[in-house]
C-alpha cells in the first residue's frame, strides 16, 4: 500500500513538472497570452450580457447623467478590450526581446495602460458628442429612425477604409520604436509607445467601431469584424481592402431589412 502511494505522488509530482515546463515554454514563447485571456474574458462577458438581456427584457437602466456616462464608458473599454487588445500582442514581443527580463511584468501592463488611455479617451468624445446631438431640438429617435443609419454608417466606414490616410495608420500598427532600458525613462518610453500603438490603432479601426454602435453593435457581426481586422493585421500590407469589403457588405446587410 505504502509503496502504491509513494509510486502515486511521484507520478504526480513528475506529471506537474511537466505541464509545468510545458506551460513555462507556452509563455516564453507567447508573452502576450494574457492578452488573448483578457479578451476572452470580455467577450464570455459581452456573450453571457446578451443572453441575459435576451432572457431578462426588463432591467434596470442607469437614471443620472454621471451614471449613464460611466455605464456607456464601461461599455466602450469591454468592447475594445474584446476586439482590440489582441492587436498588441506584436507590440507585447517587442518589449519582451528589447526589455530586461526582470522588466516585463513592469512594462508590460504599461504598454496596455497607455494603449486603454487613447481608447477611453476616444470613447468619451463620443458619448460627449452623442450627448450633444441629443440636445439638438429636431434631432429625436423617430427622426433618426427614418433612415438607414446602420447602413450609411458602414458604408461611411467603406469610404474610409479605402483611404491613403487609413491604411497609413494601418501600416503604422506594426511599426515599434526606440525603448530605454533603465529607469524611468523606461517606463516612460514603454507608455509612450502604447499612447502611439493607441492613436494609429484609433485612425485605423475607430471608424469601424463607430458603425458597430450605430448599427447597433450585434454581437456576431462584432465578432465577424474582429476576426477581419486580425486577419488583415496578420496580412498587412497586402490586404489592406478587406475591410472596406466587409463595410460594404455589412452596409448592404443593414440596408435590405430598411428596404423591406
Not at 23 to 38: E, G, I, K, N, Q
Not at 107 to 135: H, T
Request: hydrophobic share 55%.
Amino acid at each position: 500500500m505504502l509503496a502504491g502511494s509513494v509510486c502515486t505522488v511521484k507520478l504526480i509530482s513528475e506529471w506537474h513538472a511537466d505541464m509545468s515546463g510545458r506551460v513555462s515554454r507556452v509563455t516564453t514563447a507567447h508573452p502576450y497570452w494574457w492578452l488573448f485571456m483578457l479578451s476572452g474574458l470580455s467577450w464570455a462577458y459581452l456573450i453571457s450580457a446578451e443572453l441575459s438581456s435576451s432572457a431578462h427584457s426588463h432591467h434596470h437602466m442607469p437614471t443620472t447623467s454621471v451614471a449613464v456616462f460611466s455605464a456607456s464608458l464601461s461599455a466602450w473599454l469591454i468592447m475594445v478590450t474584446a476586439m482590440m487588445l489582441p492587436m498588441l500582442s506584436g507590440s507585447v514581443s517587442l518589449v519582451k526581446l528589447m526589455m530586461p527580463r526582470y522588466q516585463h511584468l513592469r512594462l508590460m501592463p504599461l504598454l496596455v495602460f497607455g494603449y486603454a488611455v487613447v481608447w477611453l479617451i476616444a470613447g468619451g468624445m463620443i458619448e460627449i458628442l452623442r450627448a450633444f446631438l441629443l440636445q439638438i431640438p429636431f434631432i429625436h429617435h423617430e427622426l433618426i429612425a427614418q433612415f438607414p443609419v446602420g447602413s450609411l454608417s458602414f458604408l461611411a466606414a467603406a469610404v474610409w477604409s479605402s483611404t491613403s490616410s487609413r491604411r497609413k495608420a494601418v501600416f503604422a500598427c506594426s511599426n515599434g520604436i526606440p525603448l530605454r532600458i533603465n529607469g524611468w525613462h523606461a517606463y516612460r518610453d514603454t507608455i509612450h509607445f502604447g499612447l502611439i500603438k493607441g492613436l494609429n490603432c484609433v485612425k485605423g479601426c475607430l471608424h469601424v467601431m463607430l458603425a458597430l454602435l450605430i448599427a447597433g453593435h450585434d454581437l456576431w457581426i462584432m465578432m465577424i469584424v474582429t476576426v477581419v481586422l486580425i486577419y488583415e493585421r496578420v496580412l498587412l500590407p497586402k490586404e489592406t481592402r478587406l475591410v472596406s469589403w466587409m463595410c460594404c457588405i455589412l452596409s448592404v446587410y443593414f440596408l435590405v431589412p430598411w428596404l423591406k
